[in-house]
């Protein structure tokens, strides 16, 4: 068996009302293939372009391991020099991603590469994020902490995406007090014997390739694994739904804090209990 997933749909380009009533008030998701066709980045952004302008930084790097009670929220697992990294990339398959890298603080030049696009959001242009993987590297699957709308451009090669909205949450493994499902799931080839609640979860799917923009609406789970080396650029904008602005607040304000609190009070066996609690508490929509 597979995993329920629907192909997103694709469109060339979409005007602004087209995005709002087809795509953004129902919460669906889209890939615009020729968004960004205007931008200088689209026929710029490669890894040899960042390597030239950002080498000499050192980038905090991200790999799949599984969380650790004694690592920060968001905690890096190395670090090395841009230009190593990219090497690195273009050399050999490697676990290790950029993620959350603020553009604005690190190369504000860049920032001439691009647009905020006017789909009748308002966009945080202050948070300009890239994400950096090579062949085979992931992300968990999560959602991010601010449950935002994101225009999620991809760079320089292909990757997988898998989406879920949060109604599907109820199946997915969800870690308690945490924005990720069990790590030991592999949702490019999950085992339904193990879990089997998967089986009911309905999602969406899409391969991303230079110059493409998905959009994932708010709140939206993702899994992105990157089939050649690449990056991708997220522009975002807060929820607009009470409930999503509600969850978003609580867990920036109050979750994240209670489970660094209690990674201290209890060490692993916090990890361990939360991850008991993501079987049991799914097992009743098996």
Not at 133 to 158: P, R, S, W
Request: aromatic share 14%.
């Amino acid at each position: 068996m597979t995993l329920n997933l629907t192909a997103i749909p694709r469109v060339k380009t979409i005007s602004k009302d087209a995005f709002l009533n087809t795509y953004y008030k129902p919460q669906l998701p889209v890939v615009i293939e020729q968004g960004i066709t205007d931008w200088p980045a689209y026929s710029k952004w490669n890894l040899e372009y960042i390597k030239a302008i950002a080498g000499d930084i050192t980038v905090p790097l991200y790999d799949d391991r599984p969380v650790d009670y004694k690592d920060g929220f968001n905690q890096a697992h190395a670090q090395m020099k841009m230009s190593d990294y990219i090497d690195l990339l273009q050399r050999e398959p490697t676990k290790y991603r950029i993620f959350l890298w603020n553009i604005l603080k690190e190369v504000p030049q860049l920032q001439q590469d691009f647009k905020y696009p006017d789909f009748g959001l308002r966009l945080m242009k202050t948070l300009p994020m890239l994400f950096f993987g090579g062949t085979d590297a992931h992300t968990f699957m999560h959602y991010d902490i601010d449950l935002a709308n994101i225009f999620h451009v991809h760079f320089n090669g292909k990757k997988d995406c898998i989406l879920f909205d949060q109604r599907q949450t109820k199946y997915l493994y969800k870690v308690p007090h945490s924005l990720i499902t069990r790590e030991d799931i592999d949702f490019n080839n999950p085992d339904f014997n193990t879990w089997p609640a998967l089986k009911n979860a309905k999602g969406w799917t899409c391969q991303l390739q230079h110059g493409e923009l998905l959009y994932l609406p708010e709140g939206y789970w993702h899994y992105m694994r990157y089939l050649t080396p690449g990056f991708s650029l997220s522009l975002r904008a807060i929820p607009k739904r009470p409930l999503h602005l509600c969850k978003a607040v609580y867990n920036i304000l109050i979750m994240r804090h209670f489970d660094h609190l209690m990674r201290k009070l209890k060490g692993q066996k916090w990890i361990d209990y939360k991850n008991k609690k993501a079987v049991t508490n799914t097992a009743p929509f098996v």
